[in-house]
T-cell receptor, first 112, second 116 residues
Framework: DVKVTQSSRYLVKRTGEKVFLECVQD?????MFWYRQDPGLGLRLIYF???????EKGDIPEGYSVSREKKERFSLILESASTNQTSMYLC???????????FGPGTRLTVT | AQKVTQAQTEISVVEKEDVTLDCVYE???????LFWYKQPPSGELVFLIR??????QNEISGRYSWNFQKSTSSFNFTITASQVVDSAVYFC?????????????FGTGTRLQVTL
């Protein structure tokens, strides 16, 4: 079974802090994704990565950056956290030859 | 641009009732894939089904069934004889064609509450 893990289930940070959200998958998937989930808005794509060191902006990249130095790990970075970044963050991965994305359990981030 | 609409925000049913979750999509692509995911209270999205745009056959898996109608751009999901364990948020999603990591566009989700 594909396993996607995220470093924290719950995280509380202060405004202005630099925040790292880590995602690791164990199935050698090339494609990885970061979404945020907000009530009434569904899941929105922040960034995705085709492969190591390859990244592309999604629909709402402002205020975020990403890093993919190793195939199994995809990090989401909030350079200076703000209260409007309080949300559930979901990571996903997939094989480029398939369409199904496999999701991690999510990190609920609160910025105070 | 692609768009997925799930007009039902929340549905409440009593156990053993049948329930249908609606999904309407918009795309200019002729080749695309449609998905349903389930998000239980634990938070992790669980893949339920994938359907490609060339296959309009309905699918049944146990108590779950899916009705894909290209003419109305709909991909509805029916749970027969609902159970409390079906309580979750359900997302419909649309994938663009391959070649660009096949990004998913999600609907806003339908929260299903099944009570005894």
């Amino acid at each position: 079974d594909v396993k996607v893990t995220q470093s924290s289930r719950y995280l509380v940070k202060r405004t202005g802090e630099k925040v790292f959200l880590e995602c690791v998958q164990d199935m050698d998937h090339e494609n990885m994704f970061w979404y945020r989930q907000d009530p009434g808005l569904g899941l929105r794509l922040i960034y995705f990565s085709y492969d190591v060191k390859m990244k592309e902006k999604g629909d709402i990249p402002e205020g975020y950056s990403v890093s993919r130095e190793k195939k199994e790990r995809f990090s989401l970075i909030l350079e200076s956290a703000s209260t409007n970044q309080t949300s559930m963050y979901l990571c996903a991965s997939k094989n480029p030859n398939s369409y199904e994305q496999y999701f991690g359990p999510g990190t609920r981030l609160t910025v105070t | 641009a692609q768009k997925v609409t799930q007009a039902q925000t929340e549905i409440s049913v009593v156990e053993k009732e049948d329930v249908t979750l609606d999904c309407v999509y918009e795309t200019r692509d002729t080749t695309y894939y449609l998905f349903w995911y389930k998000q239980p209270p634990s938070g992790e999205l669980v893949f339920l089904i994938r359907r490609n745009s060339f296959d309009e056959q309905n699918e049944i898996s146990g108590r779950y069934s899916w009705n894909f109608q290209k003419s109305t751009s709909s991909f509805n999901f029916t749970i027969t004889a609902s159970q409390v364990v079906d309580s979750a948020v359900y997302f419909c999603a649309l994938s663009e064609p391959t070649g660009t990591a096949s990004k998913l566009t999600f609907g806003t989700g339908t929260r299903l509450q099944v009570t005894l």
